[in-house]
């Protein structure tokens, strides 16, 4: 079974729609990152948490430690928005990150 | 150019050769690491660092070795290259602690023949 579990897997939604990824972890962790990957692209971080929520723009993530969950919303969908969005739990230390699948978002003009 | 550089970007081989990817960042952040990516499995670690000569084991390390005799630099090593090692490779990096946002290098693109 994998640690991490993301849903869903894929997502296509129309502009202006609100948007929720949601991740499970099975095991104790620090931190939990959310990256965004576009197409043929780079990685980014869009955030670290550890508790609580936190909001850069249009985006809000959020964590519940003790229920292992986490969970990503984009508010007012936009095209440029459409990208892979993983979500990473980190144990602690030195320890690399560990991985969703990853949700596979498309927003439609 | 300051931030995580990946060289090469893209880079074709044959079976049994012995191939280095670089990795270097300019920020003197402590913990470095390499991922692969590959379709079906997503991301994987392959080794970390949490400084210059402290390096461990990540989930997939068979085939690979890493070094890193200066912070800066977390160079990827594959001995003998396999099919199975295709993939795309990413470096990151990040200051010292678990409580700290990862930046990643741009990836490289490997293909082994």
């Known amino acids: 079974k994998n640690e991490v579990e993301q849903s869903p897997q894929n997502l296509t939604a129309q502009e202006g729609e609100f948007i929720t990824i949601n991740c499970s972890y099975s095991?104790?962790?620090?931190?939990l990152h959310w990256l965004q990957q576009h197409p043929g692209g780079g990685i980014v971080s869009l955030f670290m948490?550890?508790?609580g929520k936190k909001k850069h723009g249009r985006l809000i993530a959020t964590i519940n430690i003790q229920e292992k969950h986490s969970s990503l919303h984009i508010t007012a969908s936009h095209p440029r928005d459409s990208a892979v969005y993983i979500c990473?739990?980190?144990?602690?230390?030195?320890?690399?990150?560990?991985f969703g699948k990853g949700t596979h978002l498309i927003i439609q003009p | 150019d300051a931030g995580i550089t990946q060289s090469p970007r893209y880079k074709i081989t044959e079976t049994g050769r012995q191939v280095t990817l670089m990795c270097h960042q300019t920020?003197?952040?402590?913990?470095m690491f390499w991922y692969r990516q590959d379709l079906g499995h997503g991301l994987r670690l392959i080794y970390y660092?949490?400084?210059?000569?402290?390096?461990d084991k990540g989930e997939v390390p068979d085939g690979y070795v890493v070094s890193r005799s200066k912070t800066e630099n977390f160079p990827l090593t594959l001995e003998s290259a396999t099919r199975s090692q295709t993939s795309v490779y990413f470096c990151?990096?990040?200051?010292?602690?678990?409580?700290?946002?990862?930046?990643f290098g741009p990836g490289t693109r490997l293909t082994v023949l």
């Open positions: 990473a739990p980190r144990r602690g230390g030195a320890d690399g990150l560990t």
């Open positions: 095991v104790g962790i620090s931190a």
């Open positions: 948490l550890s508790s």
């Open positions: 920020w003197s952040h402590s913990y």
């Open positions: 660092s949490a400084a210059a000569d402290i390096t």
């Open positions: 990151a990096s990040n200051l010292r602690g678990s409580y700290n946002e990862q930046f």
